[in-house]
């Protein structure tokens, strides 16, 4: 027993026999790994975004990469509201406060765009088909008061709040939208009616959407509360419009 | 030395690092499929809630196993972990069909629990890595977001297998089971699975007993 070698006290394989280091090179493998899909991952979902979700779609669960949406409700269920008693208000400092049925918001003029939804914590859905009214037609119906500076928004779920600037609110890619993925917004989704900030990362769309207060001050919304930023523009600053 | 005596296998050390961890990793999975897998993130909602949760408790997971080999405590824990680095012609032959095993004396660990320790312990790293660039990088770094997504989600389903595998080896061999509760495993287990730390061990029983002599 006196020539057991002295590796036998530090731990490891049988003695006489020269140890293979497999922990410390699966552990470099699975790093380096995490590495190149952090690096290249945007790349990855892009080329396989199709297929992923296509399996996805099969087996109810989704797939990394994939280009489908995830469902955020921040309270314990979310609203299913009927599309023939929803109203959205629209008050606050303006000249002529808004009480719009479905129906009210479908009469007016109507503006489509496809453009990604692109949620901060990384995931992205492409080329996603969105139909509604502009915000900005909807304030000018309003009449927003001189001194007005902000919006705010809020939910049906009574939690989710957002906000935005009215030079924000005036940009030509910002949707009251009643129609996306090409058929009415579903509940889960935030039906009937949602917003849709094409230049912001997702959470500014605050779904559910049932009343915009025009005021003089952005009150940060939910996400904002939790430390996301209030001016969410997509990868840093404002684009210019992302509708052509 | 009768075949029927306990054997120390797991510090107190050890056990709490294990099992503190093992409660944490259960609260991220059970979390994190509510982030992740829509018709539970529909059902349960408070997303808000459920991420701090998760955030919290996934920046916390490598407290444990940190305190444990910064203190003078951490001795056998470190030689424990070197074990999962250091393999040897038994730990290979674990991944063999049992008619095809040499049977030569194994380590305090198989080959599969060797491979699955260095598998968790590198993917709670890349999961932290991915996780804080997930929820706090800069809005700039959206590309590296999309990424540290993919590699995220990635992890969710390989550390869910994992940990399953683990469960249910661990309940199928209730001794090993008990050891991680108990600290102690008989020695007739050891002769059978891992001869080769059954001679370590009886090299420093000798050791001590000449030390008690002396």
């Not at chain 1, 006290?9 to 952090?38: N, W």
């Not at chain 1, 002529?96 to 129906?103: G, I, K, M, N, T």
């Not at chain 2, 320790?117 to 700039?140: K, Y």
């Amino acid at each position: 027993m006196a020539e057991q070698p002295e590796q036998q006290s530090s731990g490891g394989p049988v003695p006489g026999t020269k140890p293979v280091h497999v922990g410390r090179r699966t552990v470099l493998g699975i790093l380096g790994l995490a590495a190149v899909g952090i690096a290249v991952g945007a790349k990855v979902d892009n080329a396989l975004g199709g297929v992923s979700s296509a399996v996805s779609n099969a087996i109810g669960v989704p797939l990394p990469g994939d280009a489908d949406f995830r469902y955020y409700t921040i309270t314990g269920s979310y609203p299913v509201i009927p599309a023939a008693t929803y109203e959205l208000t629209v008050e606050g400092m303006v000249r002529e406060p808004l009480r719009l049925s479905l129906a009210d918001l479908r009469s007016m003029k109507r503006t489509a765009l496809v453009h990604q939804f692109q949620c901060v914590t990384g995931w992205v859905v492409p080329d996603v088909h969105w139909e509604g009214v502009l915000l900005s037609d909807l304030l000018e119906r309003a009449g927003t008061a001189p001194e007005a500076t902000a919006l705010r928004f809020f939910s049906a779920d009574g939690a989710y709040t957002e906000s935005l600037t009215l030079s924000q609110a005036h940009r030509p890619d910002i949707l009251v939208a009643d129609k996306m993925l090409g058929t009415n917004v579903t509940a889960d989704h935030g039906g009937p009616v949602r917003l849709y900030v094409a230049p912001m990362y997702g959470y500014k769309s605050i779904k559910w959407l049932n009343r915009i207060e025009v005021t003089n001050v952005v009150v940060p919304g939910y996400w904002e509360d939790n430390g996301y930023p209030v001016n969410a523009w997509i990868g840093g600053s404002a684009p210019v419009s992302v509708v052509p | 030395m009768s075949s029927d005596t306990q054997l120390a296998r797991f510090d107190l050390v050890e056990r709490l690092v294990h099992w503190s961890t093992a409660i944490m990793m259960l609260t991220l999975i059970v979390t994190g499929a509510i982030l992740y897998l829509p018709a539970l993130a529909l059902r349960v909602g408070h997303r808000g809630l459920i991420e701090n949760i998760h955030v919290i408790t996934g920046l916390s997971l490598l407290g444990p196993l940190v305190l444990g080999v910064v203190g003078p405590w951490r001795k056998r824990l470190i030689k424990d972990l070197r074990r999962f680095d250091r393999w040897g012609a038994s730990d290979f032959d674990w991944f063999k069909s049992s008619a095809r095993r040499s049977g030569l004396p194994r380590d305090k660990f198989n080959g599969g629990q060797k491979i699955e320790a260095a598998f968790l312990g590198a993917a709670m790293v890349a999961a932290l890595v991915t996780g804080v660039i997930m929820r706090f990088a800069p809005s700039s770094w959206i590309t590296w977001a999309t990424g540290a997504t993919l590699v995220h989600d990635a992890l969710f389903f390989a550390i869910a297998a994992a940990v399953i595998a683990h469960i249910s080896f661990a309940l199928s061999r209730p001794d090993q089971l008990v050891s991680m509760v108990n600290g102690r495993i008989s020695r007739a287990w050891a002769k059978a699975h891992a001869g080769a730390w059954l001679s370590e061990v009886e090299v420093s029983e000798v050791e001590v007993s000449e030390v008690e002599v002396s």
